[in-house]
């Protein structure tokens, strides 16, 4: 893993501050309708101004909002799309909180909040182009996790990954010249087989909520959304992938672990394109991936920045 860490001490600047009001009549950012002077609510997110009492962030029912896709296009439009789940800690009883965090996960980041019976908010729908975007969204996590107002650190909170690029969202998966359950299936094997590197790789092993069978909804290598209606929202969900809030390098590795994860897709897309049977398929990009755990977990190790006693519970930052 590089030392040169996108999330530099797990800090982030001050937020605007949300509760200034606007000074005089304006347009809402969001949907356009006019507010009268001191009923607005500031918008920190891209297009900043103000909105609408009808627009401030709201919990809204599981998996019910809209993807917003935030960057520019990259080579092979590769897509990265973070269901961040988050679990009360000290102070998250004051409304306070919640509203701080929900106007900057939503009006600054563009997610939408959910509500999710395993956790205490679920942010979904925003898709970004390249990891620094997600790095500023982690740094946040972390700072909140340093104030006392938020955890992912607990067992049943994850943090998936869905990662797509112009050959999962085109390919027709549904036709199935590609054996997608047995690639996964066969990647999902080393990661039960390794679980020491899955941890420090990924954040976590297989267990009840990345199951080692493929096909399952649960499974650490969701592929239930390569056949969704659409093209956009065709995608690989990795679960194996979570975030800990609770390390200073938390972000760094959860990003380097998306990297692994694109790694792997291209293998796929690479032996596809050679006309290679899935079985060969399989075999491969097994490989690449117990490749990339060994690798990363010998440079987590030697790098003794505290993650790989952390992560495995061995000692407490």
């Given amino acids: ?48 101004g103000f909105v609408c009492s009808e627009c401030e962030p709201q919990t809204i029912r599981y998996h019910g909002g809209d993807d917003k896709s935030v960057g520019s296009d990259i080579a092979d439009n590769w897509q990265v799309s973070l269901e961040v789940e988050i679990e009360k800690s000290i ?76 050959f999962v969202r085109n390919h027709k998966w549904s036709s199935n010249d590609i054996d997608y359950e047995l690639i996964a299936q066969k990647s999902i094997d080393v990661l039960a087989s390794h679980t020491t590197e899955s941890t420090v790789v990924f954040g976590r092993g297989c267990g009840q909520w990345a199951s080692r069978w493929a096909g399952d909804h649960t499974s650490a290598i969701n592929t239930q959304h390569l056949t969704e209606a659409t093209k956009a929202a065709t995608r690989f969900e990795f679960r194996i992938m979570k975030f800990h809030s609770g390390h200073d390098k938390g972000g760094n590795y959860y990003i380097s672990g998306v990297q692994t994860w694109k790694k792997w897709v291209h293998t796929l897309e690479v032996c596809y394109n050679k006309g290679w049977s899935s079985e060969r398929i399989a075999e491969k990009c ?25 992560v495995l519970g061995e000692g407490e930052e």
């Fill in 286 to 310: 097994a490989k690449v991936l117990l490749k990339e755990l060994e690798t990363k977990c010998n440079k987590a190790m030697e790098a003794n920045d505290g993650w790989f006693e952390f």
């Fill in 1 to 48: 893993m590089a030392t040169k860490g996108y999330v530099v001490q797990g800090m982030v600047n001050e937020f605007y501050n949300n509760t200034e009001s606007n000074k005089k009549a304006t347009d809402c950012a969001i949907c356009g309708k006019r507010i009268f002077k001191g009923e607005g609510k500031r918008h920190v997110g891209y297009n900043g």
């Fill in 91 to 166: 102070h998250s009883n004051d409304p306070r909180v919640l509203a701080q965090v929900a106007d900057t996960m939503v009006l600054k980041f563009g997610y939408t909040m959910e509500s999710d019976i395993t956790v205490w908010r679920e942010f979904t729908g925003r898709i970004d182009h390249n990891m620094n975007g997600t790095a500023q969204v982690l740094q946040n996590l972390r700072r909140w996790h340093i104030l006392g107002w938020m955890t992912t650190e607990p067992e049943n909170v994850g943090t998936h990954c869905n990662v797509s690029n112009d």
